[in-house]
């Protein structure tokens, strides 16, 4: 029996000392800060950009009307062809309006035959006159029928000149290089009677318009830049315009900027522009929405990675550590992407250390260890 209970009281006292040995190992000890990475905003010139949306407009739009009457005796031309300038379109008979013109001629020829028979008559009584064997009511006769030939000559060339307008009507031509629209006569059909009919429409898209807005801050902002670098609203014809439709990627089609308004609407208070670019391809037609974007003179910006800035309801937001590896929260105005840098317009300085990796890991207020990474130069 004393050998049982001095082995209980060895077991326990083994027992005791395990249990004291782990109280003092199992001292808590902190985690260490969590890693980030950081980079400084990288510096550079951006060519700041106004951009907006646009739609394309053509720059001609004619209705094709018959200007004389008469039956539509040929139609030159297929639906939606693109035809030069000077392309017959329609013909408007004219055999009636080329007799007129005929008739005209004859009119024109027996009025000078008159003025010359007058002329000499007048200078025959002229003589007479002044040799004293003639009155001088026959002189003044002759001067005034010489003086109504003439007028009569005038008359005749004139209606002989507007014959041969009316009959240039009956061939009804392309006023310019364009796209012609459905007609809307048919061959045969009697066309002027009463007004002028629409035989159909062309349209000039070839170069082309883009016409946009600009709000009234924009407006403001591009004057700032203006005054700051001497120059004028009316210095902006002719800045490099870039063009987008709805469906591309970036700006391929360039023009430029060809006018403004001289007054900020007050109903939207916007101010109305027009782009016009080369469209050869016709690939923009009247009416498409598309994107505009104008640069600006290059300016020195910061730069940081787009992934970097967060938001919450106090606005946009980038994170940085500052010298003592603490997390801080830094509310910034962002401005546009270039590549996969966001230029940062308000609240950041190029001595800023940015997360840029393992921003879930990187909590405001908390000590961080910051790994130094690097940001390249975006490429506009």
């Avoid at 009119?107 to 025959?124: C, D, G, I, M, P």
């Avoid at 009959?167 to 059909?189: E, M």
């Avoid at 990627?249 to 522009?273: N, Q």
Wanted: hydrophobic letters at 40%; aromatic letters at 6%.
């Amino acid at each position: 029996m004393p050998k049982a209970g001095s082995a209980r009281a060895a077991l326990i006292l083994v027992v005791l000392l395990a249990v004291a040995a782990c109280g003092q190992d199992n001292r808590y000890a902190a985690p260490p800060p969590p890693k980030v990475t950081v980079a400084t905003p990288v510096e550079q010139e951006v060519s700041r950009y106004f951009e907006a949306t646009g739609n394309a407009a053509a720059i001609n739009t004619v209705d094709l009307v018959a200007r004389v009457q008469g039956f539509v005796q040929a139609i030159s031309y297929a639906d939606g062809d693109f035809v030069k300038k000077g392309t017959s379109l329609f013909t408007i008979e004219p055999e009636p309006y080329r007799l007129k013109v005929e008739a005209a001629k004859a009119a024109v020829t027996s009025a000078k035959a008159t003025l010359k028979q007058n002329e000499a008559e007048f200078a025959r009584q002229a003589t007479l006159v002044t040799k004293q064997v003639s009155t001088q009511a026959n002189y003044d006769k002759q001067l005034a029928l010489r003086d109504s030939s003439q007028a009569d000559v005038q008359s005749a060339v004139a209606n002989e000149q507007q014959a041969e307008i009316n009959l240039g009507y009956t061939n009804v031509t392309a006023p310019f290089d364009g796209v012609v629209s459905a007609r809307q006569v048919s061959i045969g059909q009697l066309v002027g009677a009463n007004s002028a009919t629409v035989l159909s429409t062309i349209v000039q898209i070839d170069p082309i318009y883009v016409n946009f807005n600009a709000s009234e801050r924009d407006v403001l902002e591009a004057r700032a830049r203006l005054a700051g670098t001497g120059r004028t609203t009316a210095d902006l014809l002719g800045t490099p315009t870039e063009i987008g439709l709805q469906t591309e990627s970036g700006y391929p089609h360039k023009g430029k900027l060809d006018y403004v308004a001289p007054t900020v609407d007050p109903s939207t208070g916007t101010l109305a522009a027009r782009a016009i670019l080369e469209n050869s391809d016709r690939v923009l037609l009247p009416g498409y929405f598309v994107r505009v974007r104008i640069p600006f003179r290059p300016q020195a910006a910061l730069l940081v990675s787009d992934v970097a800035i967060g938001s919450d309801q106090g606005g946009r937001y980038v994170l940085i550590v500052n010298k003592d590896n603490v997390v801080e929260q830094r509310k910034v105005e962002p401005g546009q992407l270039i590549g996969e840098l966001r230029v940062i317009e308000k609240g950041l300085t190029k001595d800023y250390r940015v997360v840029i990796g393992g921003i879930m890991r990187a909590i405001p207020g908390q000590k961080v260890e910051p790994e130094l990474g690097t940001l390249a130069a975006a490429n506009q």
